[in-house]
């Protein structure tokens, strides 16, 4: 696929996508490689303009360069949003109470440690969808675990009940609790869904991923 008709597929994709305000977003792609500018008006849209352009088929690689820009309003003071995230961490069930929560300028940074990725991805998606956030720094670490001899043998197994095409094309090492992978995948939907099997494997506390789009 060449870059142009590349570019027109996800800028259709950005347009047809209901979370999204793609006004003001602007795309270029040069052998792959997607850049993304321009500006949106809540940190939940710029995560979702980049989570719509890694399903498009054929990108490579995205350059984040989306500004929050929050129209008619005064910007959110930094205490507010800092109350509001302690809040919105003590209300949802999905992130510990452990998260400590830091704001400069609307981007919140959150700092603790937790027993599962899902955790640190929770806490995350749930402080990023509060008005006045810019972006967010997660610096959530996850708590070592006893690691199970089968470790390996259960993120390949998740892979081949998911994804049995890429499954065969995927290389998984394990050294104590972080999970090497290689290999070749089609889209950047699939390079999700393979770290999501090694992420999900009990022990795992770190995930290098050398995956290559085609």
Aim: aromatic letters at 6%; proline letters at 4%.
């Amino acid at each position: 696929m060449d870059d142009k008709t590349l570019r027109q597929h996800i800028v259709d994709e950005l347009e047809f996508d209901p979370r999204i305000d793609a006004a003001h977003i602007g795309v270029a792609v040069e052998e792959g490689v997607v850049t993304l500018t321009g500006h949106v008006p809540t940190y939940a849209q710029k995560v979702a303009a980049e989570r719509a352009t890694e399903g498009v088929k054929g990108v490579k690689a995205i350059a984040m360069e989306i500004e929050v820009r929050y129209p008619f309003e005064r910007p959110t003071a930094d205490d507010q949003i800092a109350r509001r995230a302690a809040d919105a961490l003590s209300w949802n069930l999905m992130p510990p109470h452990s998260v400590q929560v830091t704001v400069q300028k609307g981007w919140v940074k959150l700092i603790g440690k937790v027993d599962w990725n899902y955790q640190k991805l929770a806490a995350e998606s749930v402080v990023g969808n509060l008005d006045g956030v810019t972006g967010v720094t997660n610096c959530l670490e996850l708590r070592p675990r006893a690691q199970p001899r089968d470790v390996k043998c259960k993120i390949v197994a998740a892979l081949h009940r998911s994804a049995q095409y890429e499954a065969n094309n995927i290389e998984v090492s394990v050294i104590g609790g972080k999970v090497r992978l290689g290999g070749k995948v089609k889209n950047w939907s699939e390079r999700r869904l393979v770290e999501n099997a090694a992420w999900a494997a009990p022990g795992v506390t770190e995930v290098e991923d050398n995956l290559k789009v085609e």
